[in-house]
């Protein structure tokens, strides 16, 4: 190491804020940093070390035909930059947190989930009423098949699923999600009950197939009226939109805000893990834990474990209308 390189304490955001005022950076930074470079500062935060500005490492040849994006250094790094990058967003205000290194984990339901107040308008499936004891409820869901074709056409690929939510691992049948065929763009995705009866769509409020780098929203309709909310009609039936589930961009992450009288107390946080199938969320409301959906001991199905008071038809249709509205996005 040079000796006359200048270290700049990791554990010292005004080093960094001073750093960074050139460039109007007040909060947070962006920059590129090379992926040892990161595992390094990840190290380095957690024993409270210093790093220097400076390393000596060979430089890797870039291309010249390779478009160089020119970005403020990281505390003032001047040193070169790998052609394996990844875009880390640092912020200033403290040093990471060891939750974001485990954000890969679940919760502890026990500890997660707490009681929430029942919604005054009654439950959004009757064949799902929220638990009102202190216990946390319980349902298996199969999983929607996983798709790697990325064509963009609107009838979609393949073939419609069948999505089964049950009371218990081969217990009785609750309700279907009918979803629409993978890759498919404007059309709905229907919710019955075990006898094939209409409960509710889903269904995206795009005009246009959007990219992953938009915001993007997805509708989830039921039979019961609410005041004030828009309407659609199905099968010769009126539905009207109970939820509105936004995906964020370059995200897993999804808010679904509920409609009617009071939707200013509701809003939910899906929080989705990847990595083997099938996926699982973390849903919130509030700063509280609303549901835990964990794989189930099989790895085959979806544990659904919902907190006392939280509707468990709105967290099943939610979850999967973030998975809809995923799959939408416009791939190259």
């Not at 875009?87 to 679940?106: F, I, T, V, W, Y």
């Not at 019955?192 to 209409?198: S, T």
């Not at 004030?228 to 992450?253: D, H, K």
């Not at 009617?260 to 809003?267: L, N, Y």
Request: charged content about 20%.
């Amino acid at each position: 190491m040079h000796a006359s390189a200048r270290k700049v304490p990791l554990n010292c955001p005004a080093h960094l804020h001073a750093s960074h005022r050139a460039y109007g950076h007040a909060r947070e930074v962006e920059a590129f940093v090379d992926v040892n470079v990161l595992v390094w500062l990840l190290r380095a935060s957690r024993i409270g070390t210093s790093l220097p500005c400076r390393r000596p490492v060979h430089k890797v040849p870039r291309p010249s035909a390779m478009p160089v994006k020119r970005t403020p250094p990281l505390g003032h790094w001047t040193g070169p930059r790998c052609s394996t990058q990844v875009l880390l967003k640092c912020s200033l205000l403290e040093d990471p947190s060891a939750e974001a290194l485990r954000s890969g984990k679940l919760p502890n339901p026990d500890e997660f989930l707490k009681v929430h107040a029942p919604r005054p308008g009654g439950p959004f499936l009757p064949c799902m009423p929220p638990c009102l004891s202190k216990s946390s409820s319980k349902y298996w869901v199969t999983p929607w098949s996983c798709c790697l074709s990325q064509i963009n056409r609107d009838e979609g690929v393949g073939a419609s699923e069948t999505i089964a939510v049950r009371d218990g691992p081969g217990g009785a049948l609750l309700l279907k999600l009918e979803l629409c065929p993978h890759r498919s763009f404007g059309k709905l995705s229907f919710i019955r009950d075990c006898n094939g009866e209409l409960l509710g769509a889903m269904g995206t409020l795009e005009k246009h197939r959007p990219m992953e780098s938009q915001r993007s929203s997805y509708a989830i309709y039921g039979k019961q009226q609410l005041s004030g909310c828009q309407a659609i009609s199905v099968e010769g039936e009126m539905l009207y939109q109970w939820a509105t589930v936004s995906r964020s961009p370059f995200t897993y992450n999804a808010k679904m805000r509920l409609e009617g009288h009071s939707k200013s107390d509701h809003a939910w946080t899906l929080s989705m893990r990847t990595g083997l199938p099938p996926p699982r969320w973390v849903v919130s409301n509030k700063k509280r834990g609303a549901a835990v959906v964990p794989r189930s001991v099989d790895k085959k199905l979806h544990e659904y474990l919902i907190a006392p008071g939280v509707d468990p038809g709105l967290v099943v249709c939610g979850t999967f209308a973030q998975l809809l509205a995923q799959d939408e996005l416009l791939l190259d």
